[in-house]
């Protein structure tokens, strides 16, 4: 199985922060990464995929880049809505992973 | 609008079983390749099961394979995920998402969860 390794685990940032979150495969998945955004007690919602491109509605603030093993997932400038967990999962080999989820909380 | 409604989640005994249902609404569910995603309360999502849009083919993660067993109705606009033989460590949250028409992995479509409980 893929392992994918997330980090930081969790952050504390401030609205108008840039905040950037790492996922790293443990094999080449080349670009097929996701990243989704969950709030308590919700259902995740679909950012980005195939690592880079944004989901539709999704605003530009968010973003994603990377390939192969190493992606990573940027926040320009933090919203008072995106407190949430973020999680990166592969979707290159089955059975599919995610990695274990990065808490972004209010400084 | 696209819409999945899971039901079918409760408290069970260990070793007991119970059907999850998800009901689409407001696309070809025909078309699509559907999901199960688990999460353990407190914890991080986990994939658990993946049918394709005719029914024909199905995957499972290890930890249920052989326990439970993925299926559709398209007639109904319905997923199921059958789930025999529960353990302590199948407690959690289960997401039915769709998976797209063309390779099967969009998760762009989720429903709210339902919690399946397993305790004595």
Redesign the interface.
């Given at each position: 199985d893929i392992q994918m390794t997330q980090s930081p685990s969790s952050l504390s940032a401030s609205v108008g922060d840039r905040v950037t979150i790492t996922c790293q495969a443990s094999q080449d998945i080349r670009k097929?990464l996701?990243w989704?955004q969950?709030k308590p007690g919700?259902?995740?919602?679909?950012l980005i995929?195939d690592a880079s491109i944004l989901?539709r509605g999704v605003p530009s603030r968010f973003s994603g880049s990377g390939s192969g093993t190493y992606f990573t997932f940027t926040i320009s400038s933090l919203q008072p809505e995106d407190f949430a967990t973020y999680?990166c999962?592969q979707?290159d080999n089955?059975?599919?992973?995610?990695?274990?989820?990065t808490k972004v909380e209010i400084k | 609008e696209v819409q999945l409604v899971e039901s079918g989640g409760g408290l069970v005994q260990p070793g007991g079983s119970l059907r999850l249902s998800c009901a689409a609404s407001g696309f070809t569910f025909s078309n699509y390749w559907m999901?199960w995603?688990r999460q353990p309360p407190g914890k991080?999502?986990?994939?658990v099961s993946?049918i394709n849009s005719d029914g024909s083919g199905t995957?499972y993660?290890?930890s249920v394979k052989g326990r439970f067993t993925i299926s559709r109705d398209n007639a109904k606009n319905t997923l199921y995920l059958q789930m025999n033989s529960l353990r302590a460590e199948d407690t959690a949250v289960y997401?039915c998402a769709s998976g797209g028409a063309a390779?099967g992995?969009?998760?762009?479509y989720?429903?709210?969860?339902t919690l399946v409980t397993v305790s004595s």
């Open positions: 097929y996701h989704f969950q919700k259902a995740p919602k679909l995929y989901e999680y999962q979707y089955l059975p599919l992973t995610f990695g274990g989820g | 999901h995603v991080g999502l986990v994939w993946r995957t993660a290890d997401y390779a992995n969009d998760f762009d989720w429903g709210q969860g």
